[in-house]
């Protein structure tokens, strides 16, 4: 009897397509992508607004584009599903303890929508 | 077989056979199982050598999901075959030893790299000043103690390493969910003063920071332990950690 141990080797590129929980896992991931490429394109329109008016209206007519519209309604919506699903995950990072309890999952992803929501009132609100 | 009297349905089992005298690689065998309702998978694989191939290896020892040896897939997820219920499944059923771990023959897979991590992570109380007999036990509330309770009912089953892709990926260099769990367990008691030793370990590349937070780990716990809970955790405390030392250096333990 020898030991000769079989080592199975994992695909590197087709892993997540096993599970679905590793799926849905990818999904959040890729999403952020999504999030990355609107965070550089406000960039680009802080640096136009800094070269001047003229620079800064054209950057304004090339986001009335119907290809730009679509891919910010794309990020909108992944973008949303990227902070609900950081948003239900929340409490397993910041467990809160009240003397031999925990507070419910629901109070701590709930405290992250209330905050949230309020942010958003209040930018809207402001933008407006 | 006398079937029958077992009041029994013939459920087929494919079952990953390696045998590392004779097989180059693993292949799967068919076998026709007589089951009863009540059976879960480990009865289905005791019938199957006590009657039909006394060959087939496999681990197990309670049967009743304390031991945390008969860790398998069930299905291509990691079950333990005490709890997976034979009923509960439909058509065929494929049972392959723990993936992510080398196979030592059929469903044994080599446990060695999770003891050696295990041991990395000083997974015992450090007390900060150790006391003597006279000075009595390290006392501790039950709120104290309700901090790390979950944590600590790990069975070292194993199943959290083979559900966590990191740790295929990264070919067994991740620490893993179940090590840092049960080092964070430690961090958090109020009687431990170990921290400091098990961070060194944890909170590095191969440690905490090779987790994605997939969360399969803790899908997968038969226990509810939540590894990934206490991962993360980790890696906030690891974070405050990292600010106190470079912005907030008066602050210095």
Not at chain 2, 94 to 120: G, Q
Request: one cysteine or more; proline letters at 6%; hydrophobic letters at 40%.
């Amino acid at each position: 009897m020898s030991r000769r141990p079989y080592v199975h080797e994992i695909s590197r590129t087709a892993w997540f397509f096993k599970r679905p929980r590793y799926m849905r896992y990818m999904a959040r991931e890729v999403t952020c992508i999504f999030i990355g490429i609107y965070t550089i394109i406000l960039l680009v329109g802080l640096a136009r607004l800094s070269e001047g008016q003229a620079q800064y209206e054209g950057f304004l007519a090339a986001l009335r584009q119907p290809l730009s519209i679509m891919f910010h309604v794309l990020a909108l919506a992944f973008s949303l599903y990227n902070s609900f699903t950081w948003f239900n995950v929340a409490p397993k990072a910041l467990p809160i303890q009240v003397g031999e309890q925990f507070m419910p999952d629901s109070v701590v992803s709930g405290a992250h929508y209330v905050v949230w929501i309020l942010l958003s009132i209040f930018i809207l609100y402001w933008a407006i | 077989m006398s079937d029958n009297r077992l009041g029994a349905r013939q459920v087929e089992l494919e079952v990953l056979r390696y045998n590392p005298d004779r097989d180059e690689t693993p292949s799967y065998q068919r076998y026709s199982v007589p089951c009863k309702n009540e059976w879960c998978m480990l009865d289905a694989l005791n019938y199957l050598k006590d009657h039909i191939d006394p060959t087939l290896a496999y681990r197990w020892s309670c049967h009743m999901q304390v031991c945390g040896s008969c860790g398998m897939m069930i299905n291509g997820e990691p079950k333990l075959a005490c709890k997976a219920m034979v009923r509960d499944y439909e058509g065929v059923i494929r049972l392959e030893p723990l993936a992510h771990f080398p196979i030592e023959r059929d469903l044994v897979s080599v446990a060695d790299d999770f003891m050696d991590k295990l041991k990395r992570v000083k997974p015992y109380l450090i007390p900060a000043k150790p006391k003597t007999l006279e000075e009595g036990e390290y006392k501790q509330t039950p709120a104290q103690m309700q901090r790390y309770r979950r944590f600590s009912m790990c069975i070292n089953c194993m199943l959290c390493y083979a559900a966590c892709p990191e740790y295929g990926l990264t070919k067994s260099k991740f620490i893993g969910p179940a090590a840092i769990t049960l080092a964070h367990r430690y961090n958090l008691d109020s009687r431990d003063g170990g921290r400091d030793e098990r961070q060194e370990e944890i909170a590095t590349n191969e440690g905490v920071w090779e987790c994605t937070f997939v969360g399969a780990c803790s899908d997968v716990c038969p226990k509810h332990v939540d590894p990934a809970s206490a991962l993360q955790q980790v890696k906030v405390a690891s974070t405050v950690d990292w600010y106190l030392e470079h912005f907030m250096s008066w602050n210095k333990k």
